[in-house]
């Protein structure tokens, strides 16, 4: 039996409105909610806060270290990585350009950060780009992914 144009029109058409109901409505503050968790991470970097930087990460998160060839896998790696920040005196990071992006209960914030300050008297900046995963747990975005690597 050969069905009307209409109402297979009309049958997709329901479908596909049955099946956007089941995707979860993006909250129209994800975005600053991430970058938010973004300018976390900047800040606890700035204060030298080896305790605040780390808690930021999920406890199975995956890091890529700029100035470490190892990956890190575990809460005490990560806060490994971190525990030399009371060393790099008055370095500061800042975010340049950057994109979030949100998916559901996944996000992802990539761009580039700068840091500078003073190494032996003399001014030092030095440019990353990196990428942060995010996942929302229990009502907070943590990291569960993060690259970062000079640019070249």
Do not use: C
Not at 69 to 79: C, E, F, H, N, Q
Not at 105 to 115: E, P, Q, V
Not at 118 to 124: C, E, F, L, N, R
């Amino acid at each position: 039996m050969k069905l009307p144009m209409n109402r297979i029109v009309a049958g997709a058409a329901l479908l596909l409105a049955m099946n956007l109901s089941l995707v979860p409505a993006s909250r129209a503050d994800d975005r600053a909610d991430v970058e938010a968790a973004t300018q976390r991470w900047i800040s606890a970097f700035n204060r030298k806060d080896t305790d605040g930087i780390s808690a930021l990460y999920a406890t199975d998160a995956v890091f890529q270290g700029t100035s470490s060839g190892v990956i890190r896998d575990t809460p005490a790696l990560v806060r490994e990585y971190f525990k030399s920040l009371a060393n790099l005196g008055d370095q500061r990071m800042v975010t340049g350009d950057h994109r979030v992006q949100v998916y559901g209960d996944i996000a992802i914030s990539s761009g580039y950060y700068t840091r500078s300050g003073t190494q032996d008297a003399k001014p030092v900046e030095g440019r990353a780009r990196f990428s942060f995963v995010y996942a929302r747990r229990n009502g907070q975005w943590l990291i569960v992914n993060h690259h970062s690597s000079s640019v070249p």
